[in-house]
């Protein structure tokens, strides 16, 4: 069971350059999301995805999109990279639980990015 | 606006217990606390979540307030390991998986030998 999946795992990009994330899950996992990390800090919403087909911004979504292509998978395009986007990028699906409404995060190993 | 506030780091011996408290005044009643700590530059990892009773499961204890506006994160006996960043998050009650999950920066715990 793979879990959360993430290619490629390493990127170096030249401004202007674009490059699509890609986040593939087999949990069955109606959420998925996208965030960001830059060095010594938390981590930042940049899209979510409730179910297949809907998509929703999050904190920074300036810069990027998003496709939820099915229910497995979630990718994260950026069209012109900028070297503000050189950061560590997580993809994270979750269950909810329905008799609880509790449901917990399940992340990938992340996508490292550098924008020169 | 941030909805949980944590200390910055914190240091613990090896072998003790490790308290992390997280600050989250403005929850509301139907949301949950939940905890993760992310290891080096790892994806971060579910540890325990409660709504409002004292929680325990392998790896911690959750102890939240009577009046949920804090909690308490307790790793009984701290390991090297457990040197991380640990986050509280709030997130409301769903069946949607609709809401914004956003992180604070944490509490950077470290384990000294």
């Known amino acids: 069971n793979a879990g959360v999946t993430q290619t490629p795992k390493f990127q170096v990009l030249k401004t202007g350059q674009s490059m699509t994330l890609q986040c593939a899950q087999d949990m069955n996992h109606n959420s998925m999301y996208w965030y960001r990390q830059d060095p010594g800090m938390g981590l930042r919403l940049i899209y979510y995805?409730?179910?297949?087909?809907?998509?929703d911004k999050g904190e920074v979504p300036n810069g990027y999109n998003v496709s939820r292509l099915n229910k497995r998978e979630f990718s994260l395009r950026l069209e012109s990279a900028a070297p503000s986007q050189t950061s560590v990028y997580f993809c994270?699906?979750?269950?909810?639980?329905?008799?609880?409404?509790?449901?917990?995060?399940?992340f990938g190993e992340g996508s490292r990015l550098t924008v020169l | 606006d941030a909805k949980t506030t944590q200390p910055t780091s914190m240091d613990c011996a090896e072998g003790r217990a490790a308290n992390l408290p997280c600050n989250h005044s403005t929850i509301s009643g139907n949301e949950y606390v939940y905890w993760y700590r992310q290891i080096h530059s790892q994806g971060p990892q579910y540890i325990i979540h409660?709504?409002?009773n004292n929680e325990t499961n392998e790896m911690a204890s959750l102890i939240i307030t009577e009046d949920r506006k804090s909690s308490t994160l307790i790793l009984p006996h701290a390991t090297l390991r457990d040197t991380a960043v640990y986050y509280c998050i709030v997130r409301p009650q769903s069946n949607f998986g609709n809401e914004k999950l956003t992180f604070g920066t944490g509490t950077r715990l470290t384990i000294i030998p």
């Open positions: 994270a699906s979750s269950v909810i639980w329905a008799r609880t409404g509790h449901g917990e995060l399940f």
């Open positions: 409660g709504l409002k």
């Open positions: 995805s409730a179910s297949e087909g809907t998509t």
